[in-house]
């Protein structure tokens, strides 16, 4: 019977082994795509919080609150309010993909999703007139921020309170010293 059983056991020993590689490689796999995920997102934050875009955030905060949503027009840091967007887009983009989990961009960068969201949401519209789909996901990647298990409606547009809003440009344009914008 020893003999049996030892007989039975050299059968099943492979498969036992290949079904806990198997195991540890998915575990590896889960860990190798939460550090991936982490790097991507400290990369991001990093960049929003650099010296460089702190002017940028600063520019676009002083613009609205001085010359309100019209600023666009004829401004010579039209850009600037672009830079924001094309930033929240990437983390949208990468959120959507599952590339970054939509918690960990809600922890790291969603207060700034939503406020950006709702004090941009004129300058997007008036983009996507001339270029149909730029942005589009920055409203997904918000509302879905503000909203995580209820359904996504694109059209929704975040309700702050506008002393809130007010607040915050006041916030940003403090962070990088700038001269008066004509």
């Known amino acids: ?13 492979p498969w036992a082994a290949i079904a806990v590689t198997i195991l540890v490689l998915i575990a590896q796999n ?33 613009l609205l ?3 309100g949503e019209e600023f666009f027009e004829d401004s010579p840091y ?25 918690e960990l961009a809600e922890v790291q ?11 941009l949401r004129l300058y997007v519209l008036w983009c996507i007139a001339s270029n149909p789909g730029v942005w589009d996901d920055v409203s997904w990647l918000a ?16 309700q702050i309170a506008p002393e809130r809003l007010a607040r915050f440009l006041q916030v940003e344009e403090a962070l990088s010293p700038i ?4």
């Open 78 to 102: 039209e850009t600037a309010p672009g830079d924001i967007l094309d930033l929240i887009e990437t983390l949208a983009y990468l959120t959507k993909r599952h590339a970054i989990p939509i």
């Open 1 to 13: 019977m020893t003999i049996e059983l030892l007989q039975r056991l050299a059968l099943v020993a």
């Open 143 to 158: 509302i879905r921020i503000m909203n995580p298990k209820g359904k996504i409606r694109r059209t929704e547009v975040p």
């Open 65 to 67: 609150r001085y010359r």
């Open 30 to 62: 889960k860990r190798a795509k939460l550090q991936h995920a982490l790097e991507l997102i400290l990369s991001l934050e990093e960049r929003f919080h650099s010296v460089e875009f702190r002017q940028i955030r600063a520019y676009t905060a002083r």
């Open 109 to 119: 960068l969603g207060h700034w999703v939503i406020m950006y969201w709702a004090v």
């Open 179 to 182: 001269s008066s914008i004509g």
